[in-house]
């Protein structure tokens, strides 16, 4: 049996609110986790400004689904494929709804190019190809809006003229999203092989780069889902499309509440090394774990808290293998990342 366009919209609508409500809960921790509540840090401005601009275009693409489906399938409950007909004319809703999920995307994809920026101290050769793919991830999400907004009236907003475009987008924001994870795994472990002798093994760097992966792979497993289905014109893709948005959203948060906490399956929970997201330089500012295990931040900046353990930083009596400025040099380069 051929899933109908609106059971597709409303199957999508229902698992849109739990995704949603999914989203809500990580979106407030990660909001505690930014506003540094418990330890007093500077705010990061951007991430907050991300995260909240986010959380506003969900919330729409949420509302505006609902409206929908309630109103398919409750004008003229009497009249025969009445959901069909509404959904089917609803030209002007697909584009605002579809319009909010492109936009949604397009800031989550500037801001991963930033932080792909960000890392690399302020690379413009390191950001150059993601720069390039998130302009024409926006220069395809227009497209793609305006050729909705020109379908005559009656059709249906799953018309085959938007399979090409709904690709050429999907394809475009799949690509920078893995080229920019690949970018940034790459600094944390290239950060890694240079602090190996200042930064004990249990604390390393590698539980961040597992959290920024596998927090990835969920955005990316969910897209390559939503293109098969698009490329074989099946409304399937839309109840994946409801879903996106919950998606993005979870997939942002989780790396700044995983982060924040220390929680990744592959190590225990507890705190871990500061991860930063700005791209200015700063005197370092690593902070050395006590010997209680608490440690306490001493930290500046847009930081997100994980706390690094160092080679001396016990009250063992044994001073540092390496030179103070070689380690000044070496915490500098983390907070980079």
């Known amino acids: 049996m051929v899933l109908s366009y609106s059971a597709s919209c409303l199957i999508g609508a229902i698992l849109e609110s739990m995704a949603y409500g999914l989203y809500l809960s990580y979106f407030i921790q990660g909001l505690q986790v930014i506003l540094g509540r418990k330890n007093g840090r500077d705010i990061s401005i951007s991430l907050l400004l991300t995260s909240l601009v986010l959380f506003f ?27 069909d007909i509404y959904m089917e004319n ?8 579809t319009g909010t999920y492109i936009a949604l995307t397009i800031v989550a994809d500037i801001f991963i190019v930033f932080r792909v920026y960000a890392v690399w101290g302020g690379s413009v050769i390191a950001a150059a190809v993601p720069s390039l793919l998130a302009i024409a991830d926006i220069v395809t999400g227009a497209l793609l809006i305006q050729t909705i907004r020109e379908l005559e009236a009656g059709a249906s907003p799953d018309g085959g003229s938007l399979a090409t475009h709904e690709i050429v987008f999907y394809s475009f924001t799949l690509t920078l999203n893995v080229l920019c994870t690949i970018l940034i795994s790459l600094r944390i472990y290239l950060t890694q ?29 969910c897209l390559i889902a939503m293109i098969v289905p698009t490329a074989l014109d099946n409304n399937v893709q839309y109840v994946l499309l409801s879903l996106m948005p919950g998606i993005v959203g979870i997939a942002f948060s989780l790396i700044i509440v995983r982060i924040g906490s220390g929680l990744s399956p592959h190590s225990a929970a507890g705190p871990m090394s500061s991860l930063r997201f700005g791209s200015k330089r700063r005197t370092a500012t690593t902070q050395f774990e006590t010997t209680d295990g608490m440690g306490t931040q001493a930290s500046q900046g847009d930081e997100i808290p994980v706390h690094l353990m160092s080679h001396g930083s016990h009250s063992n009596g044994m001073g540092g293998s390496q030179s103070d400025g070689e380690r000044a040099r070496l915490d500098e380069e983390k907070e980079q990342v």
Do not use: H
């Open 193 to 221: 092989r240079t602090a190996a002798g200042v930064i004990i093994s249990s604390l390393d760097l590698t539980t961040t780069m597992a959290i920024v992966i596998e927090s990835a792979a969920i955005y990316s497993a």
């Open 57 to 83: 275009l969900i919330t729409m693409r949420m509302a505006l689904d609902n409206k929908a489906i309630v109103a398919a399938f409750t004008d003229n409950p009497l009249e025969p494929n009445a959901a």
């Open 90 to 97: 609803y030209a002007n809703g697909a584009m605002f709804r």
